[in-house]
């Protein structure tokens, strides 16, 4: 194969699903810079590696690059996902004077409740959650992604569903005594 003809190849099979990609990514690794670098690591591994690419759901073969390249760089820097919100975030709340910034306040925080949650999902459970319910995979599909039987995948979708209702609903519990 030759370069341009891997170029080729590389720009139809992997770019249409960059930001797919990017999405896992930061959701494994928990914060943009690092979605970044495991993506660009994980893009150029599909480019050396695309003459091996036979064909099929190109977006689960780049995606199990991307899970392979961030379960790497999680095990090499032992990351932790955590999602702070800074003083001028909080003292915002505080400071809404208008029932549509209450609003978007409320909407905002719920967001952040919502992205703070997921963040704390292991992250077998939080991959098998993005990859269903942000990428749309199926099934087979995520078992293709993570290298699990589908009954695996399964019972952590249904494990990660269930901690985050739990710790929404504690969450939510929690803010109706303040």
Same mark, same amino acid.
């Given at each position: 194969? +030759?370069e341009d003809d891997q170029q080729? %190849?590389?720009?139809?099979? #992997? ?15 928990? !914060? ?17 590696? #695309? ?14 690059? *991307? ?6 760089w999680l095990k090499k820097n032992?990351?932790?996902? *955590? ?24 909407? !905002?925080? !719920? ?11 292991? #992250? ?13 995979? +199926? ?5 293709? *992604? ?5 009954? +695996? #995948?399964?019972?952590?979708?249904? %494990?990660? %569903? ?12 929690s803010n109706e005594l303040h």
């Open positions: 194969m +030759t080729a %190849r590389f720009e139809s099979i #992997v770019l249409p699903h960059l930001d797919a990609a990017y999405n896992l990514a930061r959701w494994l690794s928990g !914060n943009d810079h690092d979605a970044s670098d495991i993506t660009q690591e994980a893009s150029l591994r599909a480019y050396r590696f #695309v003459s091996g690419f036979r064909g099929g759901n190109s977006r689960s073969w780049l995606l199990t690059i *991307v899970r392979n390249t961030a379960y790497t032992h990351a932790v996902a *955590v999602i702070h919100m800074t003083d001028e975030e909080l003292s915002g709340i505080e400071d809404a004077s208008t029932p549509a910034a209450d609003a978007l306040l409320l909407q !905002n925080a !719920n967001a952040e409740i919502l992205r703070a949650a997921i963040a704390a999902l292991p #992250v077998e459970y939080r991959e098998a959650l993005i990859l269903r319910e942000l990428e749309g995979f +199926t099934y087979k599909e995520i078992a293709g *992604v993570a290298g699990v039987p589908i009954g +695996t #995948v399964m019972s952590r979708l249904a %494990r990660a %569903r269930k901690q985050l209702q739990e710790t929404l609903t504690a969450k939510g519990d």
